[in-house]
């Protein structure tokens, strides 16, 4: 009996080995992309966005207005406000006009991708996102122009959804924050070379070619999106034809409708450790929205500051650079878990916002220069740690919603509504240096709801997802990336 039991689990094993060899031969091959590679083009592109937010707010895109003195003497007026004619008013809703794309696409784009890949999304944002600047360069009036930066907002969505979960299912296991980081530090640097690009496009071209240069730049990224082979996202359908995949029980049902996201939010909005995190990070992008608005003209104003705009821009990018990494580093090192997490977001930005307090009770410039900038580089060292909790406190098939809610929530109730309030206040005190430490003690609250999130429950969920019948499995998704 023994003979005939040992020869029949050699055949099985015979033909387990047979099966194997016979898959691995039928397996296509990987994608040309190395976790190294994928981090790189996403940074070009995240660069390549914020230029252009940099780039037509610069002086030699934006331009200025005509204008006519007292004795008649007329000036034409340069940029896209001079040739549109636009006020104060106009030019700041062109500014802020792409919000609008972006807030509504992002939780549209999240939810598609339960049944279209998600990597051909990002291709399809970054089309729409080169037809909607080359639109800019060729527009013809407000409105036009308004138009066109909203859809800007709407292609720049796809990739502020899906972006930053592909990273972190590739980075190495201790170094998912330092990945997160190097893909934000691009927002500072992103934003001063729009300035000077900006400049020197304007200088010697229309500025008209400066949205057509981003376009040349972004046209290789989107093509790259449909001619490559898609790459999986954990927690969603494998392949660009939306047919889930039935050996991973890591994959959603494609059928998604309106009552599902309705759904998805809700599991966000009670969950206490994205909100807690949510609403830390509103407190703490209304400073620093406020902070790139009026930080120059509150300089100028108190210290009589030379050159505000390059010396409050050189401070932003180079903090924003060793900040955001060392953020990223630190936590790393620390061990990257929610509540470490919580920790380096709460001392950073309580010591971080205490230096900038005390940096506007200076009379000296120098002292002031010297303690912004220690603090601007601790607030900066946030960036990292707050991403890693809001993809790592939500199972992999929430986490492009929850980046996008995020992105809605700082901006609806973060950035987008400090600027003008922050200039009542000014109307009302008249004082640029009371306006910038009342600006700053909302550092301290942030930091005070991020220290609650220390003493929350928090369960890491990247390795599970829900199955329709709610059982929660181990994830067996193999490395979607093979390293070079």
């Known amino acids: 009996m023994d003979v005939v039991d040992g020869g029949v689990d050699r055949g099985r094993n015979n033909r387990t080995t047979m099966e194997r060899d016979s898959e691995d031969k039928n397996a296509e091959p990987p994608s040309w992309f190395s976790p190294k590679k994928l981090l790189f083009v996403f940074c070009v592109v995240n660069l390549i966005n914020y230029i252009d937010r940099g780039a037509i707010a610069s002086n030699g895109v934006n331009g200025s207005r005509g204008a006519c003195t007292s004795s008649g003497t007329c000036s034409s007026g340069s940029g896209i406000q001079g040739d549109f004619n636009l006020s104060n008013f106009q030019d700041g809703v062109l500014s802020s006009a792409f919000m609008v794309g972006l807030l509504v696409a992002s939780p549209i784009f999240a939810s598609v991708a339960k049944s279209v890949n998600p990597f051909r999304l990002i291709g399809i944002g970054l089309s729409i996102w080169t037809l909607a600047v080359i639109g800019c360069g060729l527009s013809f009036d407000f409105w036009s122009i308004t138009f066109c930066r909203m859809f800007v907002g709407v292609g720049e969505a796809s990739f502020v959804s899906l972006a930053a979960p592909f990273i972190d299912d590739n980075a190495p296991q201790a170094q998912k924050s330092a990945w997160l980081a190097m893909f934000y530090m691009c927002i500072p640097t992103g934003y001063a070379l729009g300035y000077v690009y900006g400049g020197l496009v304007g200088s010697v071209l229309p500025w008209r070619a400066a949205f057509w240069g981003e376009a040349i730049l972004m046209l290789p990224f989107a093509v790259l999106g449909f001619v490559i082979k898609p790459l999986?996202?954990?927690?969603?359908?494998?392949?660009?034809?939306?047919?889930?995949?039935?050996?991973?029980?890591?994959?959603?049902?494609?059928?998604?409708?309106?009552?599902?996201?309705?759904?998805?939010?809700?599991?966000?909005?009670v969950d206490k450790v994205y909100v807690t995190n949510i609403l830390g990070y509103i407190a703490y992008n209304f400073v620093l929205g406020s902070y790139s608005y009026w930080g120059p003209k509150a300089g100028y104003n108190i210290y009589k500051m030379e050159n505000a705009d390059m010396i409050f821009g050189g401070i932003t990018v180079i903090c924003?650079?060793?900040?955001?990494?060392?953020g990223g580093v630190v936590l790393d090192f620390m061990d990257?878990?929610?509540?470490?997490a919580f920790k380096l977001l709460s001392v950073s930005t309580f010591i971080g916002g205490l230096f900038c307090f005390v940096a506007f009770c200076f009379?000296?410039?120098?002292?002031?220069?010297?303690?912004?900038?220690?603090?601007?580089?601790?607030?900066?060292?946030?960036?990292?740690?707050?991403?890693?909790?809001?993809?790592?406190c939500v199972k992999p098939s929430l986490r492009p919603l929850a980046m996008a809610m995020s992105t809605v929530s700082i901006h609806i109730f973060g950035d987008v509504p400090s600027s003008p309030l922050v200039g009542v206040l000014q109307d009302y005190v008249h004082n640029w240096r009371v306006t910038a430490l009342v600006l700053t003690f909302v550092l301290f609250p942030a930091a005070a709801i991020w220290f609650i999130g220390i003493f929350l429950k928090s369960v890491d969920r990247y390795n599970e997802d829900s199955e329709p019948d709610g059982v929660t499995r181990e994830s067996t998704v193999a490395p979607l990336l093979e390293e070079a």
Do not use: C, W
Request: glycine letters at 10%; zero cysteines.
């Open 363 to 392: 009379k000296s410039m120098y002292a002031f220069l010297a303690l912004f900038a220690v603090g601007e580089l601790l607030i900066f060292a946030t960036q990292g740690p707050v991403n890693f909790i809001v993809l790592h």
């Open 320 to 326: 924003g650079i060793v900040g955001t990494l060392s």
């Open 336 to 340: 990257a878990t929610i509540s470490n």
């Open 232 to 269: 999986h996202l954990k927690g969603f359908a494998p392949d660009d034809k939306g047919k889930p995949r039935t050996d991973n029980l890591n994959v959603l049902p494609t059928g998604y409708g309106f009552s599902a996201v309705l759904k998805d939010l809700k599991i966000l909005l």
